[in-house]
């Protein structure tokens, strides 16, 4: 069975489980997706879990602009098959929170080379990226203590651009900047829509650099990500819990670090 031939089948058991009004509400919160079924997160990973790994397959439906089966990828790719050569691939498709939360879920802490694609991705990678980067670390067993560092600049980087973004900007869709594949902000480089010749569902690869607008709403899901990093480096025992309360405290009030610092305040508290 070919890729269009698995994609099909894999589609319809998705069609029987779509749901309008939760894609009609994702909708209102920025969360656009050529189609999008609303089918619910466990359903989902239910119906993609059932599929063989196949790293080919999982990034056949990362090009569809499909919700559905770009989330499901996540599930089916296997992760040997995401080396370092791979990770501008897979960033051009992270292209809002909920992408980035998957991937983080079920794809990214597997890999092979995950610290690479850590310091690559909250070095200088657009929001998405980051925030994904970051909640992946955090399911990593155990956290590397040396993600600290990067995870608090991640923050401050985010949170002192949240504030040169303009009003305007900064409250349309909630503060979240829906953007096309951002391969050419990472690698220069993205999977044209021809990368899928056998779909009618191509997605558009129109490179594109909005997802680096990091608006207030954006900040805080880098904040989010970061404080999930640290709460689980700083939970293994007291001296690491000092050590993240220490570098934590380094960030200034803006809004983003505030949220950390309250954060960090009750998850790392004493009993």
Request: glycine letters at 8%; one cysteine or more; proline letters at 7%.
């Amino acid at each position: 069975m070919n890729h269009t031939s698995r994609m099909t089948a894999l589609l319809g058991e998705l069609r029987r489980e779509r749901n309008g009004a939760v894609a009609d509400a994702m909708r209102l919160v920025g969360a656009p997706y050529g189609l999008n079924y609303g089918v619910s997160l466990p359903t989902l990973r239910r119906l993609a879990r059932a599929e063989k790994p196949d790293y080919a397959f999982a990034k056949f439906l990362s090009l569809q602009d499909v919700r559905e089966l770009r989330l499901a990828a996540y599930h089916i790719a296997d992760p040997a098959g995401l080396t370092p050569g791979e990770f501008p691939f897979w960033a051009s498709g992270i292209v809002n929170h909920e992408l980035a939360e998957e991937a983080a879920f079920a794809l990214l802490p597997r890999i092979g080379d995950f610290p690479a694609l850590f310091r690559t991705w909250t070095a200088a990678g657009p929001w998405p990226l980051q925030y994904a980067a970051l909640m992946a670390a955090s399911r990593v067993v155990p956290p590397d203590s040396g993600w600290v560092d990067s995870a608090v600049e991640a923050v401050r980087r985010a949170a002192a651009a949240a504030e040169t973004v303009p009003p305007d900007v900064a409250a349309s869709e909630g503060g979240l900047v829906s953007a096309a594949p951002v391969a050419a902000v990472v690698a220069g480089t993205g999977p044209a829509a021809s990368a899928s010749p056998e779909s009618g569902f191509s997605a558009s690869a129109t490179p594109s650099a909005a997802c680096s607008v990091c608006t207030p709403a954006a900040a805080l899901l880098v904040a989010q990500g970061a404080v999930a990093l640290l709460a689980a480096v700083g939970s293994r025992n007291g001296e690491s819990r000092q050590a993240v309360l220490r570098k934590a405290g380094s960030l200034g009030r803006l809004r983003a670090e505030d949220y950390v610092h309250e954060e960090l305040a009750w998850r790392l508290e004493v009993q």
